[in-house]
T-cell receptor
């Protein structure tokens, strides 16, 4: 089944403890992206990647890192999580490297709580 | 996610009735609009899209209307079913920024029996 998968789906952690949320897609898509979703704010883009080894900042990149060593994987890294990073996170991918916004497939989400 | 919906406007519709979900956008330079559906515990799912050179586009049970004069977008769902209960987002793409989606805050649709 063609899909975007994220792990873990739920995570509760403490301030300052490094964590990684994995994202993987099996559709051979060039473009991948991370969003966070907060009440009243909609989805906001954190980072995106147009292709392997190419990443760029979205609207809210502070406190996050990403890497794209392989086409199928795009992990989101929080080196020192803080409570304001408590949110619902979505990974997305697109088959269109030149116009990815036009067709994006979203993963099921990761709910992160930082205490 | 359930907590995302706590601050959302909610539309309550009886099963079988038509639903109209509205969205106002602010940037007149947007040339493409997409409606997404997000069910509880799932990621957003594409419903229908429309280009700025169109006023109306129809899909299966859904119609999107675009009024560029007042920068307003609406999603009409015919014969609403319980499975339509979800949060609906509009998203826009600015001209020349094919890599960036800007999402609205969403509307929760509740279908009552």
């Amino acid at each position: 089944e063609a899909q975007v998968t994220q792990n873990p789906r739920y995570l509760i952690t403490v301030t300052g403890k490094k964590l990684t949320v994995t994202c993987s897609q099996n559709m051979n898509h060039e473009y991948m992206s991370w969003y966070r979703q907060d009440p009243g704010l909609g989805l906001r883009q954190i980072y995106y990647s147009m292709n392997v080894e190419v990443t760029d900042k979205g609207d809210v990149p502070e406190g996050y890192k990403v890497s794209r060593k392989e086409k199928r994987n795009f992990p989101l890294i929080l080196e020192s999580p803080s409570p304001n990073q408590t949110s619902l996170y979505f990974c997305a991918s697109s088959p269109y490297g030149d116009r990815p916004a036009y067709e994006q497939y979203f993963g099921p989400g990761t709910r992160l709580t930082v205490t | 996610g359930e907590s995302v919906g706590l601050h959302l406007p909610t539309l309550s519709v009886q099963e079988g009735d038509n639903s109209i979900i509205n969205c106002a956008y602010s940037n007149s330079a947007s040339d493409y609009f997409i409606w997404y559906k997000q069910e509880s515990g799932k990621g957003p799912q594409f419903i229908i899209d429309i280009r700025s050179n169109m006023d109306k586009r129809q899909g299966q049970r859904v119609t999107v209307l675009l009024n560029k004069t007042v920068k307003h977008l609406s999603l009409q769902i015919a014969a609403t079913q319980p499975g339509d209960s979800a949060v609906y987002f509009c998203a826009e793409i600015l001209t020349g920024t094919a890599s960036k989606l800007t999402f609205g805050t969403g509307t929760r649709l509740q279908v009552t029996l």
